[in-house]
């Protein structure tokens, strides 16, 4: 595939920015990437060979790019928008991997006025774990990836990005920023708090034996696998789609407690038998 943007700069090099260049240099080695984030950052990126170069200063990694891709926390994002509008080169795509899409389309919409265009994004991809060491190139692949425009959208550069998300084995799906958010808060914000939440129940009842956790099996630590994430990658999502969470938060209390009410009844058959559903629907969208 001919590279369509000759320079990427990718900001922000941990997990989803470190795993986007790594898969770039692979599927497009002629494309120039460079990076910005903390200097410690940078050289680790570079040793991983996520980027090329490592820019300390914002305006100087944006010069000459045809690809921004932000790829930081929400807060740090929507902070850093207004001077990635302002020197942002004329003909460039900036697009981000921010999970939730409404703030973030908001301040695009406010800074973003020139002839730069803006485009939400949200892979559907991650890991537990945070940071550049766990960079993977194949992060992607398989992977759904948001896309806050219209399918029929006629910017060539957005045509371009969709280019390379096929590149790396993702595939687009198309929606606007409040359905977005209103899903994510269900398939993906929800299970992390569940997870938090179940960790938390087992804390509270392990006694000094270690009981109940030291009989857990592959199930349990498969269901608490998110439980590794840190509270300073979902800070700024709870905040952010606070209202769809809540509301997620809400349908699954409800779940729970019709759970409780019918633990001695057949009603109990239906919830497995739709629930296994789930589970195949889910196993044939990998």
Request: hydrophobic share 50%; charged share 20%.
């Amino acid at each position: 595939m001919a590279p369509a943007f000759q320079r990427i700069a990718i900001l922000g090099t941990g997990l989803i920015g470190g795993s986007f260049g790594l898969a770039l240099r692979r599927a497009l080695p002629e494309t120039r990437v460079v990076g910005w984030d903390r200097p410690e950052v940078l050289e680790a990126a570079a040793s991983r060979g996520a980027i090329e170069l490592g820019v300390n200063d914002l305006p100087k990694a944006l010069a000459g790019a045809d690809l921004v891709y932000l790829a930081l926390p929400i807060g740090v994002t929507l902070e850093v928008l207004p001077e990635v509008a302002r020197h942002a080169p004329a003909a460039a795509l900036v697009t981000d991997a921010c999970s939730v899409k409404g703030p973030i389309e908001h301040a695009a919409r406010e800074h973003f006025r020139g002839a730069a265009r803006f485009l939400g994004g949200h892979p559907l991809a991650g890991k537990e774990t945070s940071g550049i060491e766990h960079a993977d190139a194949e992060l992607f692949h398989g992977a759904r990836y948001a896309l806050i425009a219209a399918r029929s959208d006629p910017d060539r550069r957005v045509a371009q990005f969709v280019e390379i998300i096929a590149a790396l084995g993702a595939e687009p799906v198309w929606l606007d920023a409040e359905t977005h958010d209103r899903a994510v808060a269900l398939i993906s914000h929800l299970p992390q708090l569940v997870a938090v939440a179940l960790a938390s129940a087992l804390r509270e009842a392990t006694d000094e034996s270690g009981l109940p956790l030291t009989l857990a099996g592959p199930g349990a630590r498969d269901t608490l696998r998110l439980a590794g994430s840190p509270y300073a990658l979902w800070r700024d999502i709870c905040l952010a789609n606070r209202e769809n969470i809540s509301a997620a938060l809400d349908r699954l209390a409800q779940a729970l407690d019709h759970l409780g009410t019918h633990l001695a009844s057949r009603e109990l058959e239906s919830e497995f038998t739709a629930a296994n559903e789930v589970y195949k629907i889910l196993r044939q969208l990998k």
